[in-house]
Structures are given as C-alpha cells and as structure tokens.
C-alpha cells in the first residue's frame, strides 16, 4: 500500500503536532503518524512558560489552554532562603499556565486533524528507503499492515529517544550535561495556587544535595504535578534513583500541600542543549525533543518545540529542491547556539558536588537572591528575546558569545555530509 503526502510528520507530540497545524495551515498535505493511540501520557512537568503560551498564541490555542487555569510565574526556595519571580514584561507577556500532557497532547492533535492534517494512531515509522541521500519511502506499520509513505519532506518530532531519527544517523552526545528526572499526580487542595514551586536544595535520603530540583506545578483541576530531576554527565553522573527522590520529596512536601499519594508515577532521561548531531538531510529535519531542543537549566521544551515546528514548516516552504542537511542545523543554531551552550556550561557546573552547596545559600537569601533569582527565574522560563535590552539580557549574550567562541568544537547539531 502506497500513500503520498507532501509532509510526514513522524511524531504527534507538542513539536509534530504543531508541525502538523502550521503545514496544514500553509495548505499542504500533510499525514501526522504516532506510535501511540491518544489521549496517552508523556513524562513532562507539564508547565507552561509565557513562551509557550505565547507560541500557542501562534496556533490560535492559547485562550483555551489558559481558560481554567493561568499561574503568575516561579516561587523558588531553598538553602534558607526564598524568592518569587513573577513573570517578566516582555515580548512572551506574563501568563503562564500549566496542563497535563494528556489533555494538551490530545488538543493539539485533534486541532491538527480538524485544520485538515491526516492522522495515523498506533503507526510506527520503521523504515526508510533513499534515493541517494534523500526519503524516498518510509515504511509506516499502522493497523497490521506495512504502508509504503512518499513524501516530499519528513520531519521527525519523536521524542527524546527518537527512536526513527537513530535510523536516519541522529547521534545523542552523553558527554554534554543531560537531565533524569521523574514524575508523579498528587490531589491537593492548593492545586489553584497561581505560582509555580521548585526546591532547588533538593535532598537525598541520605541529606546529600542533588545537581537538580524539586518541583510542584499546580494544574488547577485538584490536583498537582510533582517531580524531581538532576543533571547529569557520562563523566559524573547523577547516582540516585529517581523515582525514590521523587518519593522522597513527596513526603517532605506532603503536609505543607496536603499531598494525597503519588500516583502516575514514570520517570525519563533527557538529552538538553542541542547535544545530538545529524538532525537533517536533503527532505528530512528533526525538531524538538529529538533534536535536544531542551532548556538545560529547567528541562523545558515544549515552547522549543513548538517554535521549531514552525520554524521547519517556514523553511520547507522557501525549500524547493535545496538540500536541506547544513541549513537546519545553521538556523538551530542561529536561534538557540549561544543561549543553549552557556546554559550547557552553567548546568555542567551543577554537576560537581561541592558547587551547589557553596553558591546555593548565597542566590537564595538576602538582598543578592532579590536580584540575582528573578533574572535566573527569567533565564529558566526561556524569557530572553534579541530585542531584549536590559543588562541581563545583555550580559546573558554577552557571556553567550564568550562560551560560544570557547566551546566552538562542542557538539551542537552537528552535521555530517
């Protein structure tokens, strides 16, 4: 059986799915293929940045994500000290929100399918064959049958392990910082609260200091989205089992947030940093999560992996024939290059054991966290734009720059022809 399309989307997660809804949009043909049946789960916080909000904007979305539920930005605590940073004024505006993947997957879906996008549920990408470089097929195994797709463009949004762009060459590189985390549902009655909460003195059972944090994201339908998550390294990895951390600091939090038992309880690692290589091809692009499009100082993105969506579906339509396989990964790292390698460099410091300990206290308390934590609350929230000219802006491109030209031979959507 052979079917064509002008785009095979391989993927329906926020990233595909959004693909999907700007190609349809654009008035291609296009065929969104997942291995899962949906409404299904994903390991996710679930929180919504202004970013990402203002990229459902994009898709005509954000009013109903926002509808029922809208948080005001972070409450970050620990090491004896707290601070509340509200969302900035800026370009993403200040609403933030926050929406289990079951429910926020599922809208986009169905948005992409009523805007005139094909869906095929429980289909897996299995093979490909090429005609010198570029897709000729893929070989899609949906309701028992091996459907032969020819496809003018492919991009691929399946995730972190992306298990179809490993068959195209993806390469994830372990030596960057990467992100282990785990997540559970707990019924609360603050699950209104209108703040995002996060423990950055995350503690063991043993009351060792984790490289990571705590966090609680209130979801406004009684119940709350409960995790923790540390960074890691091939070199110094994070040697502690998520999911007893998770439990762990559940048990510190339940009085405080009248936590009901942790329910839903599935944990991930995830790539950060555009740390993988070989994410294009002549007709063929890897966005999002399979492309590391992952903030690694908070393990956001999905406001990165919307706005690569669009940015795939603009740069096909300006494509024609040209070969696509250095022009990807040139925009990636136009967009994302400076910020994701000084946030890689920043996380990586996490990982020394002593270096937490030693700088936590002084972000945290006194007139130093009133300054310093609102403009790292900005940094984890994706808040800063080019347009931005305020001098934390300027001195996060400014010290961008300075990481960029010392690390110009670090892996960041690397490209092999």
């Known amino acids: 059986m052979v079917c064509d399309a002008d785009v095979l989307v391989v993927g329906a997660g926020p990233a595909g799915a959004a693909a999907a809804i700007h190609a349809a949009d654009a008035g291609l043909d296009v065929l969104l293929v997942d291995t899962a049946t949906f409404p299904r789960d994903k390991t996710c916080g679930d929180g919504l940045t202004p970013r990402a909000i203002h990229q459902l904007g994009r ?68 093979a490909v064959r090429r005609e010198g470089r570029r897709i000729g097929e893929v070989t899609v195994r949906h309701g028992g049958i091996e459907k032969q797709v020819r496809a003018r463009w492919v991009l691929v949004a399946d995730g972190v392990r992306s298990t179809f762009g490993k068959l195209l060459g993806r390469e994830w590189h372990r030596g960057e910082v ?86 839903d309880v599935t944990s991930a690692m995830l790539p950060m940093g555009g740390a993988v290589s070989n994410v294009a091809g002549p007709n063929w692009l890897l966005i999002g999560d399979s492309a ?42 136009g967009a994302y290059g400076e910020a994701f390698l000084l946030a890689r460099t920043a996380a990586r410091l996490l990982t020394y054991p002593r270096f937490l300990p030693v700088v936590g206290p002084l972000g945290l308390r006194g007139p130093v966290g009133a300054v310093v934590m609102p403009a790292a609350a900005r940094l984890m929230g994706n808040l800063i734009t080019d347009e931005d000219r305020d001098l934390v802006a300027r001195l996060w491109r400014l010290s961008g720059g300075v990481v960029s030209r010392a690390r110009r031979d670090t892996p960041l959507w690397s490209s092999t022809v």
């Open 59 to 126: 898709l005509g979305l954000a009013d109903e994500v926002t509808r029922d539920y809208h948080n005001k930005g972070l409450k970050l605590r620990g090491f004896g000290g707290s601070v509340t940073a509200p969302w900035p004024e800026g370009h993403y505006g200040t609403l933030g929100s926050a929406m289990p993947r079951t429910e926020f997957d599922h809208l986009l879906v169905r948005t992409a399918v009523a805007r005139g996008a094909t869906l095929w549920e429980g289909a897996t990408a299995t």
């Open 178 to 263: 990467y992100g282990i985390a785990a997540r559970s549902y707990c019924t609360s009655p603050m699950s209104t609260e209108p703040w995002i909460h996060s423990d950055v003195e995350l503690l063991d059972a043993d009351g060792v200091v984790q490289p990571g944090y705590g966090w609680i994201f209130p979801l406004g339908d009684g119940r709350v989205n409960l995790g923790a998550g540390a960074l890691s390294t091939d070199t110094r990895p994070a040697r502690v089992n998520t999911k007893r951390l998770l439990s762990h600091y559940a048990a510190q939090k339940r009085t405080e947030w009248q936590l009901g038992p942790e329910q």
């Open 292 to 333: 590391a499009l992952v903030n690694p100082l908070n393990g956001e993105g999905i406001d990165y992996g919307m706005e690569s969506a669009e940015m795939a579906v603009d740069l096909l339509l300006d494509a024609g024939r040209r070969d696509l396989t250095l022009v990807w990964p040139h925009l990636l790292r």
